[in-house]
């Protein structure tokens, strides 16, 4: 069936640096995948998406890249900042699924100081 | 402009009783989503509603779970004969067109629901 899973349930980094937070998925239908970023107490907000016929998509400070071949996705967040402090989720639909989005359990990325 | 909001924010009930959930799409947005955040997991499909088209129910965990979009706008989502394991953040969430699976779902800010 399919499945969206995250590697590592969270990832210090310290300020400046870069952060990659990574994915999986399991069916090969996929392709459209979002990432959305969940502060505390609140609903998830859009980052970022691609759809399956790119491999890497850029916006202000992320990059999502898209491996179809190991049906592994990422995302990277440039000079991470405090504020980048969130649980990520990576999500995905596929053709003839219906729009629902299936999402991964997420991963804490904590920014040090 | 604003977007989707969701009342109330938080809401605690005794094992048993009925809840309603309200969500208000983003303005001229066709289609509405319902998913369940339960503690520490990923998010749940429930629900999904596209203009006047029937809705997708599949994610309904179970008969006691209904919900209902009056004037293709604002959703209420109900929950009969609540039971603890219910107790979850229901979010809600629009996209403009709801016809594509490749579009981007806006999400509000949650109900926070506990059973007791």
């Known amino acids: 069936g399919e499945s969206v899973g995250l590697h590592l349930p969270t990832l210090s980094v310290q300020e400046g640096d870069n952060s990659i937070i990574n994915c999986a998925y399991s069916n090969s239908a996929s392709d459209y995948f979002i990432w959305y970023k969940q502060e505390s107490g609140k609903g998830p907000q859009f980052i970022i998406d691609i759809r399956s016929n790119m491999d890497k998509r850029q916006g202000q400070r992320v990059t999502v890249l898209l491996n179809k071949t190991v049906k592994h996705l990422s995302l990277q967040i440039a000079a991470t900042q405090p504020g980048d402090s969130a649980v990520y989720f990576c999500a995905e639909t596929l053709t003839g699924g219906g729009n629902k989005l299936t999402f991964g359990t997420g991963t804490q990325l904590k920014v040090e100081l | ?116």
Request: proline share 5%; with cysteine; aromatic share 8%.
């Open chain 2, 1 to 116: 402009g604003a977007g989707v909001s969701q009342s109330p924010s938080n809401k605690v009930t005794e094992k048993g009783k009925d809840v309603e959930l309200r969500c208000d799409p983003i303005s001229g947005h066709t289609a509405l989503y319902w998913y369940r955040q339960s503690l520490g997991q990923g998010l749940e499909f429930l629900i999904y509603f596209q203009g006047n088209s029937a809705p997708d129910k599949s994610g309904l965990p179970s008969d006691r779970f209904s919900a209902e979009r009056t004037g293709g706008s604002v959703s209420t989502l109900t929950i009969q004969r609540t039971q603890q394991e219910d107790s979850a953040v229901y979010l809600c969430a629009s996209s403009p067109r709801g016809d594509s699976h490749a579009e981007t779902q806006y999400f509000g800010p949650g109900t926070r629901l506990l059973v007791l």
